[in-house]
């Protein structure tokens, strides 16, 4: 009998409702599946910020800083990996969940539905700006001086991107889009490469400078340095999605689901660790403090726009453009599914086709509204870097202790505290940081109306 209930499973207790939902409803996940998944969500456009960083910090600071970062963050991902199952009988399927098991059905809701929906719903919508943006500097390349006398406003592009992404999004689950995180991560990877390995070949620009970028006063200078240190807080994301990518993965008493997942989590963070730190010290090298806000792809087009080829120039924002295109997909599905669970919570049935596609395309067009709406929300970087940065670095901490129950006053006990009470500080530091360099730099908010 024990063998038995070995090989069925953990006993654990199924809601039937889980089978009719987009992040439950296909547990064939496998090793693979979570190594393109996280490394489709844990390296994007943010990474390309990087340099805008350093050009604050320095080279020492800018350094150290990341590799700081890289480590804390890859060990609050194994907590949220090991706590997946921490509960015998029970699957925290999802970050909110694991939230109120650890805080408390209100409270956990309360800390945590915010930064999971920023970093879904906001992180879905600045994948529009910077797709279709990217798409009409792609356009613009391509079609040179042939261009006709009227092109495609951004706002059409931005359209033409979304257009795009409701497509793509009409796969059923997030097993389904195990192909599009494959494309996804193939092309964050070589375009990552491409981007740096292009800006280092090229020669630098003259009066450039490798020294902290001075502010008015000290005071200000403190300021940039939080805005800076939340610029690379922001470039590490994907643990929102941790919970749901290990949800789609059977899990048995022999075989628990961490043990693929966390194989699969380090192989895609050996390769985001692959991408971050050249595109950081590669962009620092090339353009130094004359780094433009934009980041990487902004600095490539002003500065080697007429140095490197057109040809090599538009594949990079091809792939710029399918990666936002496939990371879209993986960001999304937390919010399909909140939708869908929703409508089968009240109807007590699944989603026909017709309900599913008409939330996804609902969805798609709320986000193109909101992007058109709120055409400055890629210069928030800082700021939501911030905002959203207990997710990643505070609550896992607290999580472990609330849940795991270390022995009290012991090692394991203190690090965790300490690093979660750490991460909250930091938030509320490069907030203050990233709304201090919004209003120092002037920034307009142009409401309705994108560049």
């Known amino acids: 009998m024990k063998g038995y209930l070995e090989e069925v499973g953990h006993l654990t207790k199924l809601n039937p409702q889980d089978a009719w939902l ?3 409803e296909s547990r064939n996940g496998n090793a693979h599946y979570a190594a393109f998944h996280n490394l489709n969500a844990g390296v994007g456009f943010q990474a390309l910020l990087l340099p805008v960083a350093f050009a604050f910090l320095g080279w020492s600071w800018g350094i150290l ?13 194994w907590i949220l990996v090991q706590l997946h199952e921490a509960v015998p009988g029970k699957r925290y ?13 209100r409270l956990g809701v309360w800390l945590a539905l915010f930064p999971t929906v920023y970093l879904s719903a906001g992180t879905a919508t ?4 910077l797709g279709g943006e990217t798409m009409k500097m792609f356009f613009q390349i391509v079609c040179g001086p042939l261009c006709s006398s009227n092109p495609l406003t951004t706002v059409e592009w931005y359209l033409v991107f979304t257009s795009l992404c409701i497509v793509l999004s009409q796969l059923p689950n997030l097993n389904s889009i195990a192909g599009l995180s494959l494309i996804g991560a193939i092309t964050a990877v070589t375009y990552s490469t491409m981007v740096w ?11 450039i400078s490798y020294e902290p970028l001075s502010s008015a006063s000290p005071a200000a200078t403190v300021f940039s340095v939080m805005n800076a240190l939340g610029i690379i807080a922001f470039a590490f994301r994907g643990h929102n999605l941790a919970m749901e990518i290990q949800a789609t993965m059977p899990s048995t008493f022999k075989h628990p689901a961490h043990v693929p997942m966390w194989r699969g989590a380090k192989v895609a963070y050996l390769f985001i660790a692959m991408c971050l730190f050249p595109v950081a010290i590669g962009g620092f090298w090339a353009y130094g403090n004359l780094m433009p806000s934009g980041g990487m792809l902004r600095a490539l087009f002003q500065f080697h726009s007429h ?5 090599l120039l538009a594949v990079t924002f091809l792939l710029v453009v399918f990666n936002c295109l496939s990371s879209f997909q993986i960001y999304s599905m937390p919010v399909f599914d909140s939708f869908e669970a929703s409508y089968t919570s009240r109807t007590n049935r699944p989603c026909s086709i017709w309900v599913r596609s008409g939330f996804r395309v609902f969805y798609g067009f709320v986000s193109f509204f909101i992007g058109v709406a709120l055409p400055f929300l890629s210069s928030l970087a800082g700021l939501l870097g911030g905002l959203t940065l207990p997710v990643t670095f505070a609550y896992p901490c607290f999580m472990w202790v609330l849940i795991k129950k270390p022995t009290k006053y012991s090692f394991n006990w203190y690090f965790n505290w300490i690093l979660g009470w750490l991460g909250v500080a930091f938030s509320l530091a490069f907030s203050i940081g990233g709304l201090w360099s919004i209003v120092n730099s002037g920034l307009k908010l142009k409401f309705f109306k994108p560049s």
């Open 22 to 24: 987009p992040i439950t």
């Open 65 to 77: 800083s990341l590799t700081i970062a890289y480590c804390w963050q890859l060990y609050t991902l």
């Open 93 to 105: 399927n999802r970050y909110v969940e694991l939230a109120q098991a650890a805080f408390g059905e």
């Open 126 to 129: 600045t994948l529009i700006l």
């Open 197 to 207: 390995v292009l800006s280092v070949s090229q020669p630098r620009p003259p009066n």
């Open 307 to 311: 140095d490197i080829s057109r040809g």
